[in-house]
């Protein structure tokens, strides 16, 4: 048997062997907890380079599903242990696993409390994002969604601020709420096939002629990937919880959770529903630019430095609705379009803006972790001059940040430009609306966020030497981030090439 054939089950399994394992270590061996876990962390990661490698060189022609595992799980519902990776799957795993290990990595020096307890339900909770993107059974799926929910509860209700407690129920109940609906319309699309496996849903296009029960098979299963996402007006927990959250729980819930929603789209929902949701496409695109133009707005208005860069993620997430809806709206009945290429370009610029979005975010959010570990305050109106008190983190910050807006040259821009290329010739006029949103985030980092933090007078009698420049392990959480944000950057078409073909075959399949 070749390592292809097992390799998903390593990827998938191994940080929930790693975090049982942790368990096992005493409590008082809190170097050795933190120590293990990070090396464990990094087995997923190298195992999912090699896949990304082995995936290009051997399948990236087709784009299709490969290194399947299809065996019967409950054989009484019809309920299959079947995974699989393709070019939409395999970036996002990788994502996954690099922000897990820079995680770890970042916490290993700033959490000094329960270590046992933490360090398990983070590499308990990759197990389950990674579920979710290689799961090619409804009920995996669900059980694998349902599974990243709980440790992230219990990251923000115990390590979190202030009102901790406050956000963690709020969390939980907006994702269990919009999980439910999930769940029951999965039982309907069991119901009217008998079968749960998304490959041969896709097929069949369940409810494509009782255009009725699809439009409410698609709303259930929406509601649940739209608070997750989150887009407006779904979005209200989403601030609370990256305020209260932990660094590293702000970063895996931005940079990998987030995208969770936006995956369900194209995974499940546009390939199993494809008539409703072509029906229903004007409002997805419009639900997206309001996302962009509300969170810019309210990013204006925001004091607190994290609050800002989580009302910056419903913006920016907005770019993913708009691109799929865009891409989505292209196969209407006598849609007129000039670049038969739009649909592809819109549905293109939406994965590559999950993927940077993760990036660039996490980034964000590493960074606003490391000035509140000195400064124990993220209001923006204490600051000031720190440019020139601390150049090497005022440097990572400019270019993640410009990231961020999409400064040509960095990863941001490629996955906006492609966005608003394809939506352009589709739904023109949402798309000049969401253009907006483009200049207040330029507006946003850049008055509220740049000027107020690093320009001006820095006030020697608060601060004194409190706000040291980056320390070693803080440039070994970011470098990684920073690199990749510049090579998108610089040179899009690997992870394009991925995208694309995954794209094509979406479409192929609703055709």
Same mark, same amino acid.
């Given at each position: ?271 199993? @529903? &494809?008539?409703?949701?072509?029906? =229903? %496409?004007?409002?997805? #695109?419009?639900? !997206?630019?309001?996302? /962009? *133009? ?112 999409? @400064? &040509?040259?960095?990863?941001?821009? =490629? %996955?906006?430009?492609? #966005?608003?290329? !394809?939506?352009?010739? /589709? *739904? ?84």
């Amino acid at each position: 048997m070749s390592v292809n054939a097992w390799i998903l089950n390593i990827i998938l399994f191994w940080p929930l062997l790693a975090s049982l394992i942790v368990l096992l270590i005493p409590s008082r061996q809190e170097r050795q907890i933190k120590n293990f876990s990070i090396w464990a962390s990094l087995l997923p990661l190298a195992l999912v380079c090699y896949l990304a490698w082995d995936y290009g060189v051997s399948h990236l022609a087709t784009g299709g599903l490969a290194y399947q595992v299809n065996v019967m799980w409950i054989p009484q519902i019809n309920v299959h242990f079947h995974v699989g990776a393709d070019g939409l799957s395999l970036p996002l795993v990788f994502l996954t696993a690099l922000l897990t290990t820079l995680s770890l990595w970042y916490s290993k020096r700033v959490i000094h409390t329960r270590i046992k307890e933490y360090f398990f339900l983070f590499l308990f909770m990759e197990t389950g994002m990674l579920g979710v993107f290689l799961s090619l059974d409804l009920i995996l799926f669900y059980l694998f969604w349902e599974v990243g929910l709980v440790p992230m509860y219990l990251l923000i209700g115990i390590w979190g601020g202030k009102n901790r407690l406050y956000a963690a129920v709020k969390f939980f109940l907006y994702t269990l709420t919009g999980s439910v609906f999930m769940l029951l319309a999965f039982i309907g699309l069991y119901l009217k096939t008998g079968t749960f496996d998304i490959v041969q849903l896709s097929q069949i296009h369940p409810f494509k002629d009782n255009i009725l029960l699809g439009s409410l098979a698609f709303f259930a299963i929406f509601l649940g990937f739209t608070i997750k996402l989150p887009a407006w007006p779904f979005h209200t927990w989403l601030p609370d919880a990256h305020t209260e959250a932990p660094t590293a729980g702000s970063v895996m819930l931005a940079g990998v959770m987030l995208k969770l929603g936006a995956f369900g789209y194209l995974r499940v929902l546009l390939p199993i @529903l &494809p008539q409703a949701f072509i029906k =229903w %496409s004007i409002v997805v #695109v419009a639900l !997206g630019v309001i996302s /962009i *133009v509300y969170g810019a707005f309210v990013c204006m208005a925001q004091s607190d430095l994290k609050r800002l860069i989580a009302y910056s993620s419903v913006s920016h997430m907005g770019y993913v609705l708009l691109g799929i809806g865009a891409g989505v709206a292209a196969l209407r009945p006598g849609a007129i379009f000039s670049n038969p290429n739009s649909a592809a370009m819109a549905l293109n610029g939406a994965a590559l803006q999950m993927f940077n979005h993760g990036i660039i975010t996490g980034g964000l959010f590493f960074l606003v972790g490391i000035i509140y570990e000195r400064a124990h305050t993220r209001d923006l109106s204490l600051f000031g001059g720190l440019g020139a008190k601390t150049p090497y983190y005022y440097g990572l910050f400019m270019v993640t940040g410009l990231a961020a807006l999409g @400064l &040509p040259g960095l990863a941001g821009f =490629w %996955s906006e430009f492609l #966005v608003f290329r !394809g939506a352009f010739d /589709i *739904v023109r006029i949402w798309a000049i609306i969401g253009v907006l949103g483009v200049i207040l985030t330029a507006a946003y980092i850049l008055w509220r966020i740049v000027q107020s933090v690093f320009l001006g007078e820095f006030n020697e009698e608060r601060w004194g030497n409190r706000l040291s420049d980056v320390m070693a392990y803080e440039k070994v959480t970011m470098w990684p981030l920073i690199l990749i944000m510049v090579f998108i950057g610089l040179y899009p078409t690997p992870v394009l090439n991925f995208l694309n073909q995954a794209s094509l075959n979406i479409l192929s399949m609703i055709k």
